[in-house]
């Protein structure tokens, strides 16, 4: 006999618990199934009639949609949504819902800490009393933040954020952003990509990943910043040339870079921008707090299965 419960899937497991999500979808009478699609991407038979399906890490491209012909659903537990074949999921009718607006206070914060932990060499100053000195022997002295301008690549939730607790901090604050026409709270002016390189002391990128800004920032717009700059990524790191980054910092080109993001993570154990001197890198924790965790675990399942209820109420 066939169960008539609709079926969800969970694609992979993340370092976030799953039990929460399967407990909201399992009381809203669907059958859940918890897939590793990361390490093994067929989809079992019992799943392949699932109409809902939370996405992890795995990235669910064509043959994910070809197993799953019911499918009408994908919900993230981020921000972003480039795990997701955006393409093919519009081309098969199917929803695809980001998790929005969860962490903007962590991630702004976590943009801000970086910025200012790279400007101030807090790690290196740190390292240097657990390592038993006591020096003022800065390799650059820190500047003075109210002479820097502060460049935000994205004006969106975050971004706006960022600009708002940022703004008393720094001379100016600029932003680009092509769906944006209006400055707002915090920021000074709107600018084109090349006034927005050429301008900023601190660049920090609040854009998401898509074909259109997968390596935005290269070798050439790194160039174009300002010599001794900063730049911090707490977005996607596929959005920066990791390369041309190291390249850069490798130089001195730049100051350091504060980066939450790396392309393809976890890193390699010998990728040098781990352990660069002028780099600053967290494990992509930037949307972590109690309260937004709350969000990531719970959020995604509750909005698959309000979708699910409102879909049948028609
Ligand atoms: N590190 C983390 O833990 C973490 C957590 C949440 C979000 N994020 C990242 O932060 C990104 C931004 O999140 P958000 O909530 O502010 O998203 P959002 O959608 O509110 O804002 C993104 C902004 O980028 C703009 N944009 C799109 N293409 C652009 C381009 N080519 N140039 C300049 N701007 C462009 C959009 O118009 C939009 O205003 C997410 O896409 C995600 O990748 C990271």
Not at 79 to 88: L, P, Q
Not at 99 to 128: M, N, S
Not at 158 to 174: D, M
Not at 251 to 266: C, I, Q, T, Y
């Given at each position: ?8 899937i ?12 399967v ?11 918890v ?8 989809v079992?038979d ?8 939370l996405?992890g890490?795995?990235?669910l ?16 537990a ?12 519009r ?10 607006g969860?962490?903007t206070?962590?991630?702004a914060?976590?943009a801000?800490?970086l ?12 390292r ?14 820190p ?5 820097l301008?502060?460049?935000l ?10 600009a ?15 769906y ?7 920021v ?5 990509v ?5 301008a ?9 990943l ?17 010599a001794?700059a ?10 920066v040339?990791?390369?041309a ?8 080109r ?9 392309g ?8 040098p ?19 937004s965790?709350e969000g ?12 699910w ?5 028609r």
């Amino acid at each position: 006999m066939t169960s008539a419960r609709p079926v969800a899937i969970i694609t992979d497991v993340t370092d976030l618990s799953v039990d929460p999500a399967v407990e909201i979808l399992e009381s809203a009478g669907f059958a859940v199934h918890v897939l590793a699609l990361d390490r093994d991407p067929i989809v079992p038979d019992a799943a392949r009639s699932a109409v809902v399906a939370l996405a992890g890490y795995a990235f669910l491209g064509r043959e994910f949609f070809d197993a799953l012909p019911d499918l009408r659903y994908v919900g993230t537990a981020s921000a972003g949504f480039d795990m997701v074949d955006i393409d093919t999921a519009r081309a098969r009718d199917v929803v695809v819902q980001p998790l929005v607006g969860v962490a903007t206070q962590e991630v702004a914060a976590h943009a801000l800490t970086l910025i200012l932990a790279v400007e101030r060499d807090l790690v290196a100053a740190a390292r240097g009393v657990a390592d038993g000195g006591w020096s003022e022997s800065y390799a650059a002295l820190p500047r003075r933040l109210s002479e820097l301008t502060l460049g935000l690549y994205g004006l969106g939730r975050i971004g706006r954020q960022l600009a708002a607790i940022a703004r008393p901090l720094f001379a100016r604050v600029i932003a680009h952003d092509p769906y944006v026409t209006r400055a707002g709270d915090g920021v000074d002016a709107l600018v084109t990509v090349p006034e927005l390189l050429s301008a900023s002391d601190v660049l920090s990128l609040h854009l998401p990943l898509t074909p259109a800004t997968h390596g935005v920032v290269a070798a050439a717009e790194l160039a174009a910043l300002p010599a001794g700059a900063t730049l911090v990524n707490v977005s996607r790191g596929e959005l920066v040339d990791s390369d041309a980054l190291v390249a850069a910092l490798d130089a001195g080109r730049l100051r350091g870079a504060g980066l939450d993001v790396l392309g393809g993570e976890p890193p390699r154990a010998d990728d040098p921008l781990r352990m660069h001197p002028r780099a600053i890198v967290t494990p992509h924790v930037a949307y972590l707090s109690e309260r937004s965790l709350e969000g990531y675990l719970r959020q995604p399942a509750r909005s698959a299965v309000a979708w699910w209820e409102s879909a049948h109420a028609r």
